[in-house]
């Protein structure tokens, strides 16, 4: 997994006692240390297999409160971006993020929840900053070969590679969260469909 983290300008990466590409931990592996001093627990099934990830993602899509980065958000909204999009300080926001492109992070920008980077599974956290983004980022390409989410190749080999890179240096913060996760993703209330009294 270390392969898969380029840096440029030369960012710090640490959690707790570890520094650099020690922070990167394989979290299908229980037995990894990083794994075992954090005691978060492997991750869901739901995250290691490619359909199940598209389901859930095309679940998240039609419970989308947002399509575009404007507007005020709860901790519990869903926004979904099909494409592109750049992510600056003006569009920070909560909930759960949602991008099938690739995700470009302005070094300044805030999010607190989950951000689900699929279909190209591309994040370019770009330049200087003191944003923060907190809770649990998801980088996964599941669009196959085309590139393009929600279509007949998704998934057609499994993952395939996806990408994270960080550009410049700053102040900016990505942090675990337990807290901003557990608040974007409640448990569903059920809908009154129908009332009858006897």
């Known amino acids: 997994m270390e392969s898969g983290i380029e840096t440029v300008n030369g960012p710090d990466f640490t959690s707790g006692t570890y520094s650099g590409f020690d922070t990167v931990v394989d ?5 990894d240390p990083l794994m075992v001093d954090a005691a ?3 991750m869901p099934p739901e995250y290691q297999d490619c359909l199940l990830m598209r ?4 679940e998240l899509q039609i419970r989308a409160d947002h399509t575009t980065l404007q507007g005020s958000y709860n901790p519990d909204d869903i ?3 099909d494409g592109d999009v750049s992510l600056g300080s003006t569009d920070s926001g909560e909930g759960i993020l949602v991008v099938t492109g690739t995700l470009t992070v302005d070094g300044n920008a805030d999010w607190t929840g989950m951000i689900i980077a699929v279909g ?25 070969p085309d590139s393009v989410f929600g279509n007949a190749d998704d998934c057609q080999s499994g993952f395939e590679a996806s990408s994270f ?3 410049g ?3 900016a913060d990505i942090e675990f969260c337990s807290t901003a996760i557990n608040a974007s993703n409640p448990i569903d209330r059920y809908k009154i469909e129908e ?3 006897r």
Do not use: C, K, M, P
């Open 40 to 42: 978060v627990g492997a």
């Open 165 to 167: 890179v960080v550009n």
């Open 169 to 171: 240096n700053g102040n």
């Open 27 to 31: 979290l299908s592996d229980t037995v």
């Open 55 to 58: 389901e859930q993602v095309l």
């Open 195 to 197: 009332f009858i009294q």
């Open 79 to 81: 926004t979904f971006i």
């Open 120 to 144: 190209e599974g591309s994040i370019l956290r770009n330049g200087g900053g003191n944003g923060l983004l907190s809770g649990a980022i998801i980088v996964a390409d599941v669009a196959g």
